[in-house]
């Protein structure tokens, strides 16, 4: 084994030994001293040898000479530890002043404090924002709780309930807005960057200087004040005991001197005003989800993204994506091995910052990557796991695979059971029940509305235990499945009859329920069925079927009359309240991003719900047209992922519709048409007195009623010497513009004042004050005529800073259709 000697350790002093003395002695020509011989005694320097004692008996000297030999040592160390410390307290003295005025800052130290400085002044006024509109979100959301929770008390009515959940989901809709707002503060890239010129470099050095001496001086302010507060001489020793090492510290090693840092990186990107990444981020990100390859995966590979067309390995697409994400700066932490379909590829990754779900804001820019077709990169969240998301990259057709709708023979179909609607992203059947649902389908002109409702359709009619009902106010109707549907209205007047009917059918349900047998929930049978009922083009109702369908909503689910409604977006404008809120089944195709937040919430995008990436039906090519997201339906996968409905051929759908017509169609029971003649009409609609034309029609009536061909109602139709003055102006204004389905009062007055003197009173004054006056006179003339139910509406969606008002060509229609009958 090999050893070492320890290394030298070189102390700074000086050794003494006898020779040292004597050679002093020597060169002083002085006295005699004791030297030590070869045999180890003591001779003079006289040449005299002892072993002991000087011959002449004299003391030996050794002891006191050695004493001063040594103290001699530490003075001149002390000498040097002192000239140390005082060269330290020079050091930390121009240190400190060269600090505190910011002296040895360069231009180049000086440009990236100052940007830094300008960058978070305006992240925290960012902030600052965001978090007051985030409390103002959480306010709205307590209050909304609170109300909700007033509603639901035992003391609670139906209309303290139903008042109670609309105050709730305005507030809740608030609460989201504001929450919208919030992110796209925080989304917002900074656009503040100047480069600074030398006086502002100056300046800033001036305002860096007076800071740190203000620092400083406060510092030996707040310690002098403590040691005097503490009153004895412990704090001070220790603060000076620490001065004066740093100081001999200093001193002693040459190599401690303050240095100037390198020059700091600025907090953003100047070019795109996002926050830059840390270098050791970087770096680690770098690292993670390592290519399978060390070289290149192809001739002429240079490292960067390519596209996936030609990628037919699954190492190779993993390497693929791994390359898009992280050139869209995402925080990739792990690639999965990638699935190969006929349709692309699937492949699910992880995040290590964020959520999953931010991946859909860079769905365009890998779509570019991947050399895709816009929305052809499929973004689907893993809810159970936030970091995690599968990622389907389509070269293909998603749904190739999909099955033609499954033939159901007339009364073949239980519809509390699940049927097949279509087929998932994942490749699994689209399957859920239908029973106990309230829904809604929100989709664009062109996203499949009908599609959808005939698949749903298709399905209702054929149970052999379940009433279909179908209410469109446009005009179109359930198209060829009409024979199979029990009860078709598409006049709005009618609707109105129809809609109440089954709010009192509902009720009465439920108040024998229990007295058949049935316990907490209507049992659906051939005796007892269910009522299905589909509203079509809901903005297209009166304000009295949509009062009649929220209070329907909230008592049906349990009697068995359920309901689902279809609209061309989810705001509270098109729809006329926040109702899209309401439904627990939530369909959307195609259809715009404010659409997606009032249906789902706030965080329904960020969680990666994307209807409004979808592209509706335009001319020939069918783009996304049935493709939906789906929410609340029993069975269907939680995460957001993409759905395809079946498409029933109009000839299809006409001979199924005319085997169940043959087969015979179910009716309501008779117990439930019975208890609805003894049911209360609904607390929050409003009845005028003996003029009013909407009131109660029992079942077998309203199918007569619906019967008659009354789908050609014109207003030009009716007779104008019964209708009141004020309505026939207003329909004459509507038709000199071409009927549209809403016109503005400015246009309404327009026409009005060339009726008649009384219209132009106000023409001296201010658009804002003509316009009041003249709406407050057509109410005036419209409560008169016993018309309560026609006023004027605001359109947000026109201008969302100042909604214009104006009047529906369908509350126009409606009103006239009511003082006809």
Known sequence: MTTHLPERVIIDAEFVDDEHDERQAAADGGTTRNTTTARGGKTSASGATSDGPAADGTAATEGPDLGARLAAALARQGRREYAALREGLTVLKTETGTWAAASKETPAHLRASLLNRRYATWTAKQNAEVERLEEKAGELEKKARRALAAGQTDEASTADHKQATTVAAALNAEAADWRERAREIQRQPYTGHIEPVDAELERHRRRTANKRRTGLAVLTIALGGLEIAVGNLILPTITATGLLLTAWAKGRISGWRRELPDVPALAYEIATGKPAKDKKDKDNKEQVAAAPFDGALFPGDTGKPFHIHDVTTPAVAAECVRRALLAEDIPLAHVDEPVQHPWGWEVVVRVSEGTSGDIGDKLGALETKFDVGDGDVILQPNRKRTSEATLRIVTGDLFGAMKPAPYRAPHSVDITTAGTFGMSADGTDLTFSLAELMGEVIARSGGGKSTLIRALLDWTTAAYNAVTVFLDPSGDGPGKFEDAVALTSTDPLQIEFALLSLYRLAAGRARIRRKLGMGDTWKCSREHPAVFVFVDEFPKLTKRSKLIIAELMLVGRKEGVWLIFAAQGAT???????????????????????????????????????????????????????????????????????????????????????????????DVDQASIDAALWSPNPPSLKFADEDEYLHYVPWPDLLAMCAEDDDDFDPDGADEADLPPILTALWEAFEKHGAPDFLLTDQVLQHLATTGEEWRKWDDREPTDRRREGAKKIARDLKKAGITELGTVRRPDLDKDNPPSGFLLADIEAAIKATAV
């Open 572 to 666: 509270s404008t098109l729809l006329g309240s926040n109702i899209a809120q309401h439904p627990a089944l939530k369909i959307l195709g195609a259809c715009r991003d404010v659409d997606t937040t009032q249906a789902l919430g706030g965080g329904a995008i960020d969680w990666g719900y994307l209807p409004h990436r979808l592209q509706p039906k335009s001319g020939d090519n069918l783009n996304d047209v049935a493709k939906t997201y789906i929410v609340g339906a029993p069975g269907v996968c939680e995460d957001p992922m993409l759905h395809k409905w079946h498409h029933i051929p109009d000839d299809e759908g006409g001979r199924r519709a005319a085997e169940r017509l043959a087969a015979g169609l179910l």
